[in-house]
């Protein structure tokens, strides 16, 4: 299972996604499923990746492929040389729906579902930040000012917080420490989901990476940041007035 979370904010944009991949109670691994890509003053893009593993690793095998064929023919379709963001997003779908032609009769015959899913955001030049998620299908819905985050994979834990609290007002600070504690929420409560976090954190207009950070379990911060928040929903709810039919 994977949790992988974007946040847009008036003040830029945070992706976090966990790092455990599980194919049963006896094999669990470590990848990661963050992939961050940038031509620095002109372009930053986040690329993070939920369902079968050799599925999405396949599609980003190809998008950096043709970033390296790129380099040779300026011609060939990229990641790095589409004109905007939706059109970055078509690039992103025709690769996942190439991949999906590749592998369907092997996969129809092994009974697996083609489930996976992508989240891309980012900047191009002086274009608004932007954030997309990417269904199998290869088509895509944005982030807004109504929905400000998306997410894929085991989202339902890690999903109330962000509800009561996360708006496109919150500042690029407090998004982080919100989506550390949505992905901590999730970790908590589903065991396939899991450390080292990982966290991208994009200000608008900077088109370069300079927050780029991994959380281990034993962080110090990650651990602080829910320690607190444990102990502040514990004594919240011993603060709450009792129910008078109770007291009697």
Not at 156 to 162: A, F, H, Q, R
Request: proline share 4%.
């Amino acid at each position: 299972m994977t949790y992988c979370l974007s946040l847009k904010c008036h003040e830029g944009l945070v992706f976090l996604s966990d790092s455990r991949t599980s194919a049963g109670v006896d094999n669990v691994t470590i990848h990661s499923k963050m992939r961050v890509f940038e031509l620095r003053g002109h372009r930053v893009f986040c690329l993070m990746s939920s369902g079968n593993l050799s599925i999405t690793q396949s599609v980003i095998s190809l998008i950096e492929r043709d970033i390296e064929m790129g380099r040779e023919d300026p011609h060939l379709d990229t990641l790095l040389n589409r004109t905007n963001f939706l059109e970055t997003v078509h690039y992103v779908g025709q690769r996942l729906r190439e991949v999906r032609r590749m592998h369907a009769e092997a996969l129809d015959r092994a009974g697996i579902s083609f489930n996976s899913n992508f989240i891309l955001g980012g900047q191009i030049e002086k274009h608004p930040p932007e954030i997309y998620q990417i269904y199998p299908e290869g088509n895509a819905i944005h982030a807004s000012s109504e929905s400000p985050f998306l997410q894929i994979g085991e989202l339902k834990y890690g999903k109330p917080i962000l509800d009561r609290v996360f708006t496109p007002r919150t500042t690029l600070a407090e998004a982080a420490k919100l989506g550390l504690l949505s992905l901590d929420a999730t970790a908590r409560s589903n065991l396939s989901v899991g450390t080292p976090f990982e966290m991208l954190a994009y200000r608008v207009d900077s088109l370069e990476v300079r927050h780029r950070i991994k959380f281990e379990e034993n962080d110090p911060y990650l651990r602080m940041v829910c320690d607190r928040w444990q102990e502040g929903l514990i004594q919240l709810v011993h603060n709450i007035p009792e129910l008078d039919v109770l007291k009697q």
